[in-house]
Nanobody, 125 residues
Framework: QLQLVESGGGLVQPGGSLRLSCAAS????????IGWFRQAPGKEREGVSC????????DYADSVKGRFTISRDNAKNTVYLQMNNLEPEDTAVYYC??????????????????WGKGTLVTVSS
């Protein structure tokens, strides 16, 4: 019954912005750590950003720190990822995931409870 649905991906030029949404159903995101992950062709999935349950503390990969912002709207049961100053290296399928046990400061994904299906972000001129 746990489900996550991502949206907001698309094609954007370098320096542009996108906001990704992760809508949850079947559970309350307030009680879960929620993370954004991405996977580019030929590369392993990596943590981008995650936010802890019951507080607004967030962690970011060094490559996106200062450019991306994760936020949580508990009333809408939705988590967002605001991506600014996008770079070609940001091109990937972006996934959100939920873990009731937390994801740590590195946003690990080894035992997540549910994954979304992903949304493609392409940064190209």
């Amino acid at each position: 019954q746990l489900q996550l649905v991502e949206s907001g991906g698309g094609l954007v030029q370098p320096g542009g912005s996108l906001r990704l949404s992760c809508a949850a159903s079947g559970f309350t995101i307030e009680r879960y750590a929620i993370g954004w992950f991405r996977q580019a062709p030929g590369k392993e999935r990596e943590g981008v950003s995650c936010i802890r349950s019951f507080d607004p503390i967030a962690d970011y990969a060094d490559s996106v720190k200062g450019r991306f912002t994760i936020s949580r709207d508990n009333a809408k049961n939705t988590v967002y990822l605001q991506m600014n100053n996008l770079e070609p290296e940001d091109t990937a399928v972006y996934y959100c995931a939920a873990d009731r046990g937390g994801m740590g400061s590195t946003c690990y994904y080894h035992d997540v409870d549910v994954w979304g299906k992903g949304t493609l972000v392409t940064v190209s001129s």
